[in-house]
Structure formats: structure tokens, C-alpha cells
């Protein structure tokens, strides 16, 4: 069984900055993509920043330049450094990860951390 969890979500003024972190745990052979997800009530999913096995990483206009995702595979987690962070930044972030358990390729999903940015 494969779990994904996340921390760091709370609470910041609009400027400030957090930290967030995402650890996989269970039978896992290798973790290709890494990604942080976000949704903001009544909006849907969207991208944050994704991060592939090579360090190669994308990021959603919005976080440009202010978010950076960074994995360390040895421990089989990802962060996302939030800096200037903005009230339209208040969502749940979600990780997600790309990953072989048991010989199947298969996407799993975080249970989601809240972050919350006050003006």
C-alpha cells in the first residue's frame, strides 16, 4: 500500500513565505514525476509546479517565480518553497506522484494540507 503525506500547510500573512512536504511510504519500486496540485473553493484542480526523476520542473503561471519545487529521492519526498505568497494563494495543495508499486505504474495522491493567506 502506497501513501502520500503531506505538510507545512497553515496559516500566513500575505508576503510570507512556507515550506511544504510531501513523503512517499510503502512498496515502491521507483518514483518517476512528482507534482504539488492545488484547489481553491468552487475552483477546479490546477497545476502548482511538477518536478520529473531528472530534476526537470514546470510551474503554473500564477507561482512563477515566487514557488519552487524541489524532490530528494532518497527519501522519497517532495517540498514546495512558497515565498510572496498572495491571498489568491489559499487553497488545499495536494502532491501527487507517478510511481511503480508492485511492478504497476500508477498515480497517487496526498490527502491534501491547507494553506491559508490572510491580507
Known amino acids: 500500500q502506497v501513501q502520500l503525506v503531506e505538510s507545512g500547510g497553515g496559516l500566513v500573512q500575505a508576503g510570507g513565505s512556507l515550506r511544504l512536504s510531501c513523503t512517499a511510504s510503502?512498496?515502491?519500486?521507483?518514483?518517476?514525476?512528482m507534482g504539488w496540485y492545488r484547489q481553491a473553493p468552487g475552483a477546479q484542480r490546477e497545476l502548482v509546479a511538477r518536478?520529473?526523476?531528472?530534476?526537470?520542473?514546470n510551474y503554473g503561471v500564477a507561482v512563477k517565480g515566487r514557488f519552487t519545487i524541489s524532490r530528494d529521492n532518497a527519501k522519497n519526498t517532495v517540498y514546495l518553497q512558497m515565498r510572496s505568497l498572495k491571498p489568491e494563494d489559499t487553497a488545499v495543495y495536494y502532491c501527487?506522484?507517478?510511481?511503480?508499486?508492485?511492478?504497476?505504474?500508477?498515480?497517487?495522491w496526498g490527502q491534501g494540507t491547507q494553506v491559508t493567506v490572510s491580507s
Open positions: 510503502g512498496s515502491i519500486f521507483s518514483i518517476n514525476a
Open positions: 501527487n506522484a507517478w510511481l511503480n508499486s508492485d511492478n504497476n505504474w500508477g498515480m497517487y
Open positions: 518536478i520529473t526523476i531528472s530534476n526537470m520542473t
